[in-house]
């Protein structure tokens, strides 16, 4: 038990899925494990652990942004003994060729500053996924026939952005879309040794304007949720 996660030792598998929203938490449980039990809900903060495949797995919340997510990132690997993290979440397209219900695997995740910024201080630290997740995930994706990206990503401070200037920029150097976590997901990931990667659905487009209706999403994250269960167990 931790400050923050209420599970004891044994109860978190090693590998965890950590969506932003506790309730897709509970979803995805419910939706892809077998015999799921909830191990947390500490400050609302649900996770749950059951098996896929004969697999043990637990999904937890991370929160919104990366501050939430470190907290929870951080305890799950030094406490509970977690190997493998991955995200899933979703996104908004930067790029016109990214479509609404697209995948993305986010091999690096930009930022302007993440919680381990005090610790690089001048340097530009490059946070980058996990190739064996990556591969694999990429793998299944195009076994799956679900249209998928693979690059960049911005891990944002801030929902309601206000830098049109900067969105510019990113979306001239390839960055194909922005989220609030996965930057310091990889960052804590190889500071600690362990495997880390973002499987993420487009909910909506910067460019465009689309936006994906709160009804369809449950349907269209199921591809992204079983995509990291594949590539977390790929060759396992």
């Not at 406490?79 to 695997?105: E, N």
């Not at 952005?161 to 997901?185: C, F, K, S, Y």
């Amino acid at each position: 038990m931790t400050i923050h996660i209420g599970a004891t030792p044994g109860e978190i598998a090693e590998t965890v899925l950590m969506p932003g929203d506790p309730y897709r938490a509970k979803w995805a449980a419910e939706t892809f494990l077998s015999d799921p039990v909830c191990v947390n809900e500490v400050r609302g903060m649900l996770g749950y652990t059951g098996t896929w495949n004969g697999h043990r797995v637990t999904i937890h919340g991370s929160g919104m942004g990366m501050p939430s997510l470190s907290i929870y990132a951080n305890e799950l690997i030094r406490d509970y003994g977690a190997k493998t993290l991955i995200r899933i979440g979703s996104c908004g397209g930067m790029q016109d060729k990214v479509k609404i219900r697209d995948v993305i695997l986010a091999m690096t995740a930009s930022s302007i500053s993440t919680p381990s910024r005090g610790i690089f201080k001048e340097l530009n630290f490059a946070p980058c996924a996990d190739w064996s997740l990556l591969s694999a995930a990429a793998q299944a994706a195009e076994a799956k026939g679900t249209t998928t990206h693979v690059g960049g990503i911005y891990s944002a401070d801030v929902f309601y952005d206000e830098r049109p200037d900067l969105n510019e920029q990113m979306t001239r150097h390839g960055i194909l879309g922005v989220e609030m976590e996965a930057a310091e997901l990889y960052n804590v990931a190889l500071r600690h040794g362990v495997r880390a990667l973002a499987v993420l659905t487009v909910s909506d487009h910067l460019i465009t304007g689309e936006a994906l209706p709160s009804a369809d999403r449950e349907s269209s994250f199921g591809d992204m949720v079983e995509i990291a269960l594949e590539a977390a167990f790929a060759h396992r």
